[in-house]
């Protein structure tokens, strides 16, 4: 039988195969409140139906100010979680997991969706001053103010309870995005992290928010869930965060009480030059495996069957994320079982002939 349809176990939850959706942004919650709604019911049924094993939510905000862009998903009040609770039964329903990134944009946030405009949203419309570990800006977007210590503090608090909502809205899996130069990638990289307090300066302290974040969440959501970290294991620059960097703050949140970890690439800075080909960032995953003792996914233009399933088996890897593929074709993952002639038992019942005439 194929890995890519082995089951893999992570604390008490099981997923049916190796094929996991990655987080994708919809910018959809159309009144700018962070409350989803059918389209996000739609957009991440449709992928659970197409047999992932786990079918993971959008970068959703943990507060107001870390969201991208106004229209994206939120996790910080009531409303919210109830609006995400027919997302998460109807996933489940379809015998995938549903599990959700948590997410703080810190200087890249107040940006417009692209079919709504262009670069930053100014204060002046429905935009906002970002908050980040410095006060530089990221190229043409709104300029962030420097998060003072005890508001660091109150950040990590409010991630964990965005947490406690993600599990009381129903999802069996949480991640924590630390990549793609958002805010938790701001406080690890060298490149936009001076602060001279407890959280800069060593690469212990750059690593500070985010391993008390794993901590206090590990804390707070008991030992049945697993807690992905997603990183950018390079920013591609020399000063930058590197993979070694990246798999020694691993170790760390492993040790905090992190399971998994998501491996991707770049995000925090502009002008740099990404090696982008078919699994490209196969290796950073790879070395990240290497340095610590637990799963890794691999993401990133992986596009076919074959090539995912000969990575799994040629690799420590033990993930398979999709993005833009299953976008083009969410049964994706039922079509690979069909190319790589593995039988499985959770197509729709809907969509087998049954007993009727065939026309
Ligand atoms: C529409 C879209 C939205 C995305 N939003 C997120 C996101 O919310 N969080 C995240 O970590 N990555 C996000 N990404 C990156 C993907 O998760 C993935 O890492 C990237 O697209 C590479 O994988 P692929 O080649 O399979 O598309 C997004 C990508 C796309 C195409």
């Not at 810190?106 to 570990?133: E, I, N, T």
């Not at 699994?279 to 691999?298: H, I, K, N, R, T």
């Not at 999709?322 to 083009?328: P, Q």
């Amino acid at each position: 039988m194929a890995k890519l349809f082995e089951r893999i176990s992570v604390r008490g939850i099981t997923s049916r195969n190796r094929i996991w959706i990655a987080p994708m942004c919809m910018y959809s919650c159309e009144n700018k409140d962070g409350v989803v709604n059918n389209w996000h019911l739609v957009h991440l049924g449709s992928r659970a139906s197409g047999g992932a094993g786990l079918v993971m939510a959008e970068a959703t905000a943990i507060r107001p100010d870390g969201r991208i862009s106004p229209w994206d998903a939120g996790i910080w009040n009531e409303e919210q979680v109830e609006a995400w609770k027919p997302v998460t039964e109807f996933i489940k329903s379809q015998g995938s997991l549903a599990a959700i990134q948590l997410a703080h944009a810190g200087r890249k946030a107040s940006v417009y969706r692209s079919w709504s405009g262009d670069g930053a949203v100014p204060l002046s419309a429905d935009g906002w001053q970002p908050v980040s570990s410095t006060n530089e800006a990221f190229p043409e977007y709104n300029t962030p103010r420097e998060l003072s210590t005890a508001e660091v503090k109150e950040l990590i608090g409010q991630w964990v309870q965005a947490a406690i909502n993600s599990v009381k809205a129903g999802f069996q899996v949480i991640e924590i995005h630390a990549a793609h130069g958002y805010l938790v990638h701001q406080f690890l990289s060298p490149l936009t992290n001076h602060r001279s307090d407890e959280f800069g300066g060593s690469a212990q302290n750059r690593a500070r928010f985010l391993v008390e974040i794993v901590k206090g969440m590990r804390q707070a959501i008991g030992e049945e869930i697993p807690l992905l970290v997603r990183f950018s294991a390079t920013d591609y620059h020399p000063d930058g965060f590197t993979v070694e960097a990246c798999s020694e703050v691993a170790r760390w949140c492993h040790e905090a009480g992190a399971d998994l970890f998501d491996i991707s690439s770049g995000g925090l800075i502009t002008g740099v030059k990404i090696p982008v080909g078919p699994g490209y960032q196969v290796p950073l995953s790879q070395e990240v495996s290497d340095q610590v003792d637990a799963p890794v996914s691999a993401v990133g233009l992986i596009t076919d069957a074959k090539q995912a399933e000969e990575i799994l088996q040629t690799t420590d890897i033990d993930i398979i994320m999709i993005a833009r593929l299953s976008l083009r074709d969410p049964y994706w993952p039922l079509r690979a079982a069909h190319e790589l002639g593995v039988q499985v038992n959770y197509w729709p019942n809907q969509y087998t002939r049954g007993t009727y005439p065939a026309n």
